[in-house]
């Protein structure tokens, strides 16, 4: 879950409909929505699930602590940190250069999959291993075909690796923040389940069409496999009946976006 990060200003997108409300008359108001929102996510958990926080510094140690006293500090996982390149410096800090994603388990029973990511080093040359709690993944520059115009809007790559680490085959997500639906369109990709909310109807617009975007290009996929597989053939080939499969669990994501308050 990727929540409003408390940076106490307003968020601006694209148009004058891309923007969400990012000030907390307290630190308190933004906690107390933020323990609401644990708790039903420690509900709603499977006891083989597991819960990410998407945040910063402003709230990080806060909602670490949080977090312990929900999941527990022995199901704490990881602290990852998002480290993502792009954005300014100012001349009175160190330029911020990354996120936090905080990591709890729902038990000791929870499933991980470790992700693999192309070395860096000379040795091994771009070759695959597993990827380290420091995700190097540029942020969506201005020109990126995937953005949307939502602020704060995600890589899709991030959230790939997040979800394809955390969620097994088949597996359900919940982001009750999904603001574009950057995760429920990783999930989608990888063929899990998402559920998405969102307090902002312009998000759930955006996130819809992001999801209708995939279900689209992935039928027109599999119409060509099928195609090139079995030509002039009129039943569906096994590859078609699963991308329909596919869409339909796409439809049922976006069936479920709707607001959290
Ligand atoms: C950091 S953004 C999420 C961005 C998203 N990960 C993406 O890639 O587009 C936080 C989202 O939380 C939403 N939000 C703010 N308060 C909320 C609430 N009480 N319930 C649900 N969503 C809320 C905002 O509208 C915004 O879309």
Same mark, same amino acid.
Not at 70 to 95: D, T
Not at 178 to 198: E, K, N, P, Q, Y
Not at 201 to 226: K, M, N, V, W
């Given at each position: 879950?990727?929540?409003?990060?408390?940076?106490?200003?307003?968020?601006?997108?694209?148009?004058?409909?891309?923007?969400?409300?990012?000030?907390?008359?307290?630190?308190?108001?933004?906690?107390?929505?933020?323990?609401?929102?644990?708790?039903?996510?420690?509900?709603?958990?499977?006891?083989?699930?597991?819960?990410?926080?998407?945040?910063?510094?402003?709230?990080?140690?806060?909602?670490?602590?949080?977090?312990?006293?929900?999941?527990?500090?022995?199901?704490?996982?990881?602290?990852?940190?998002?480290?993502?390149?792009?954005?300014?410096?100012?001349?009175?800090?160190?330029?911020?250069?990354?996120?936090?994603?905080?990591?709890?388990?729902?038990?000791?029973?929870?499933?991980?999959?470790?992700?693999?990511?192309? +070395? %860096? /080093? &000379? !040795?091994? =040359?771009?070759?695959?291993?597993? #990827? $380290?709690?420091?995700?190097?993944?540029?942020?969506?520059?201005?020109?990126?075909?995937?953005?949307?115009?939502?602020?704060?809007?995600?890589?899709?790559?991030?959230?790939?690796?997040?979800?394809?680490?955390?969620?097994?085959?088949?597996?359900?997500?919940?982001?009750?923040?999904?603001?574009?639906?950057?995760?429920?369109?990783?999930?989608?990709?990888?063929?899990?389940?998402?559920?998405?909310?969102?307090?902002?109807?312009?998000?759930?617009?955006?996130?819809?069409?992001?999801?209708?975007?995939?279900?689209?290009?992935?039928?027109?996929?599999?119409?060509?496999?099928?195609?090139?597989?079995?030509?002039?053939?009129?039943?569906?080939?096994?590859?078609?009946?699963?991308?329909? +499969? %596919? /869409? &339909? !669990?796409? =439809?049922?994501?976006?069936?479920? #976006? $709707?607001?959290?308050?």
């Amino acid at each position: 879950m990727d929540p409003p990060f408390a940076t106490g200003t307003r968020r601006r997108g694209r148009t004058a409909r891309d923007r969400f409300e990012d000030r907390w008359p307290s630190r308190e108001a933004h906690l107390d929505l933020m323990r609401r929102v644990l708790a039903e996510a420690h509900r709603v958990l499977r006891p083989t699930g597991s819960v990410l926080v998407h945040c910063d510094f402003r709230s990080c140690h806060h909602l670490w602590l949080e977090l312990e006293r929900r999941f527990g500090e022995a199901n704490a996982v990881n602290h990852l940190v998002w480290s993502y390149g792009l954005g300014g410096s100012g001349p009175r800090s160190f330029a911020r250069k990354h996120d936090d994603i905080l990591f709890f388990a729902r038990s000791e029973r929870y499933w991980f999959e470790a992700p693999m990511v192309p +070395s %860096r /080093s &000379r !040795r091994m =040359a771009g070759a695959p291993k597993k #990827a $380290t709690d420091v995700l190097e993944i540029p942020a969506i520059n201005n020109m990126a075909f995937e953005r949307c115009g939502w602020p704060t809007q995600k890589p899709l790559a991030l959230l790939e690796v997040l979800v394809g680490a955390c969620c097994p085959p088949g597996g359900v997500v919940l982001d009750p923040f999904c603001g574009s639906g950057t995760t429920l369109v990783a999930a989608a990709r990888l063929g899990r389940r998402a559920i998405g909310f969102d307090a902002s109807p312009r998000a759930i617009e955006l996130a819809t069409a992001r999801l209708r975007e995939f279900d689209g290009a992935s039928a027109q996929r599999a119409r060509a496999s099928a195609a090139a597989a079995a030509p002039g053939v009129g039943s569906p080939s096994p590859s078609t009946r699963a991308s329909r +499969s %596919r /869409s &339909r !669990r796409v =439809a049922s994501s976006r069936s479920a #976006a $709707t607001t959290l308050r």
